[in-house]
């Protein structure tokens, strides 16, 4: 789906009409601002934003620069580059000759060199020690000319520090074959780790290898930036897709979330259905096993004969409830039958209860007595 809006984007164009405002293109408006992160929705929802882009996409370029500017950003850079070439050119000079000079030093720890290349090389390192203190003692243009001198020496006094004529005439005749030698040995170097198999061939080879090297890493640097180009533009379009992505995958959750919901709401009644009747049905199971154990509980407790004297006893006990009954149902007809002589019988029965009560008392009494006198 990302693909074919970017496709949309890039293969026509597409209109947005603001209030009152005409009628303005979004793809020239997207291609003048590559380096926002905008996009067709944000131009569509707002027209009025969109017209202000267009309009001032025709007063700057791609990198929001006015022609004014460009022109002198471009000025500075190409003075900028003149100065780094210089400097460059000095400072790749400098330490090629004190490369040399820390290579005669090696050599001559480790073996016996020439007079004349000895004072070749302390003639290189006292002249290039004195240059650097004349260029430090020499007051810079933005250097305040009041400022005193370091440790009170002027260039002139430095410079009387120079060698003699005639070894600083010697050492310029033999330096540019020196410094010839020294970056011949520095570029078969270059070219053995670029191209380690042009190690071993004759000097005539690598120097004519040497020839096309300049040019081959040219290209190499190139292709190098070219490939650095394409994969920012790479990154660049694999963020818009992966905002795409992920709001269209934010969409598609969202739907699947309303139907598993409206899914949830319609399956939950006969979800719950069929769960009561699992458990109604658990239930019956457990109360059928609960009996079954009470069962065997009793079959293993009461043998025949407990059960036989079981009955007779149920029998007599029955028995007596129903003589029991028939005595309660008569003693409730004398109660029934008595009541209708009123409160006075109520009377003369409850002292005939506390009369016949003291009877009792004073017969247990008597029969207790009677027992100690014997």
Same mark, same amino acid.
């Given at each position: 789906?990302?693909?074919?809006?970017?496709?949309?984007?890039?293969?026509?164009?597409?209109?947005?009409?603001?209030?009152?405002?005409?009628?303005?293109?979004?793809?020239?408006?997207?291609?003048?601002?590559?380096?926002?992160?905008?996009?067709?929705?944000?131009?569509?929802?707002?027209?009025?934003?969109?017209?202000? $882009?267009?309009?001032?996409? +025709?007063?700057? =370029?791609?990198?929001?620069?006015?022609?004014? %500017?460009? /022109? *002198? &950003? !471009? #000025?500075?850079?190409?003075?900028?580059?003149?100065?780094?070439?210089?400097?460059?050119?000095?400072?790749?000079?400098?330490?090629?000759?004190?490369?040399?000079?820390?290579?005669?030093?090696?050599?001559?720890?480790?073996?016996?060199?020439?007079?004349?290349?000895?004072?070749?090389?302390?003639?290189?390192?006292?002249?290039?020690?004195?240059?650097?203190?004349?260029?430090?003692?020499?007051?810079?243009?933005?250097?305040?000319?009041?400022?005193?001198?370091?440790?009170?020496?002027?260039?002139?006094?430095? $410079?009387?520090?120079?060698? +003699?004529?005639? =070894?600083?005439?010697?050492?310029?005749?033999? %330096?540019? /074959? *020196? &410094? !010839? #030698?020294?970056?011949?040995?520095?570029?078969?170097?270059?070219?053995?780790?670029?191209?380690?198999?042009?190690?071993?061939?004759?000097?005539?080879?690598?120097?004519?290898?040497?020839?096309?090297?300049?040019?081959?890493?040219?290209?190499?640097?190139?292709?190098?930036?070219?490939?650095?180009?394409?994969?920012?533009?790479?990154?660049?379009?694999?963020?818009?897709?992966?905002?795409?992505?992920?709001?269209?995958?934010?969409?598609?959750?969202?739907?699947?979330?309303?139907?598993?919901?409206?899914?949830? $709401?319609?399956?939950?009644?006969?979800?719950?259905?069929?769960?009561?009747?699992?458990?109604?049905?658990?239930? *019956?199971?457990?109360?059928?096993?609960?009996?079954?154990?009470?069962?065997?509980?009793?079959?293993?407790?009461?043998?025949?004969?407990?059960?036989?004297?079981?009955?007779?006893?149920?029998?007599?006990?029955?028995?007596?409830?129903?003589?029991?009954?028939?005595?309660?149902?008569?003693?409730?007809?004398?109660?029934?039958?008595?009541?209708?002589?009123?409160?006075?019988?109520?009377?003369?029965?409850?002292?005939?209860?506390?009369?016949?009560?003291?009877?009792?008392?004073?017969?247990?009494?008597?029969?207790?007595?009677?027992?100690?006198?014997?």
């Amino acid at each position: 789906m990302c693909q074919m809006r970017h496709r949309r984007l890039t293969g026509q164009h597409i209109c947005v009409e603001p209030k009152n405002a005409g009628i303005f293109f979004i793809l020239p408006v997207l291609a003048s601002f590559p380096l926002c992160q905008l996009t067709e929705e944000d131009l569509t929802q707002h027209p009025l934003f969109c017209k202000l $882009l267009a309009t001032l996409s +025709q007063h700057v =370029d791609r990198t929001g620069l006015t022609v004014t %500017l460009k /022109r *002198e &950003l !471009e #000025k500075a850079e190409r003075d900028l580059q003149t100065q780094r070439l210089s400097w460059l050119c000095s400072e790749s000079m400098y330490r090629l000759l004190q490369e040399m000079i820390q290579e005669h030093c090696v050599r001559k720890h480790h073996s016996t060199v020439a007079p004349e290349d000895d004072t070749f090389y302390e003639t290189v390192e006292q002249c290039l020690v004195v240059a650097q203190c004349v260029r430090q003692l020499n007051p810079s243009a933005t250097a305040s000319q009041d400022q005193p001198p370091v440790l009170g020496l002027s260039a002139q006094q430095v $410079l009387e520090l120079m060698p +003699q004529e005639q =070894d600083v005439w010697k050492m310029k005749q033999r %330096l540019p /074959r *020196e &410094l !010839e #030698k020294h970056l011949k040995k520095k570029c078969f170097s270059v070219l053995s780790y670029y191209q380690p198999e042009w190690e071993d061939e004759s000097e005539g080879l690598k120097n004519m290898k040497l020839s096309h090297l300049s040019g081959l890493l040219e290209r190499e640097r190139k292709r190098a930036e070219s490939l650095k180009e394409k994969s920012r533009e790479s990154a660049s379009l694999l963020q818009r897709q992966t905002h795409c992505y992920l709001s269209e995958l934010l969409g598609c959750i969202q739907i699947l979330q309303s139907l598993i919901l409206d899914h949830r $709401l319609k399956a939950q009644k006969e979800l719950d259905r069929k769960k009561i009747d699992y458990f109604e049905a658990k239930c *019956e199971i457990i109360m059928q096993k609960i009996r079954a154990e009470m069962l065997e509980i009793q079959l293993d407790t009461y043998t025949a004969d407990t059960i036989s004297a079981h009955k007779k006893i149920r029998e007599k006990l029955e028995t007596e409830l129903n003589a029991s009954q028939l005595e309660k149902q008569s003693v409730e007809c004398k109660l029934s039958s008595f009541e209708i002589f009123g409160k006075e019988f109520e009377a003369l029965a409850e002292e005939y209860s506390r009369l016949r009560q003291e009877i009792d008392t004073k017969s247990w009494a008597l029969k207790e007595f009677s027992q100690h006198t014997d």
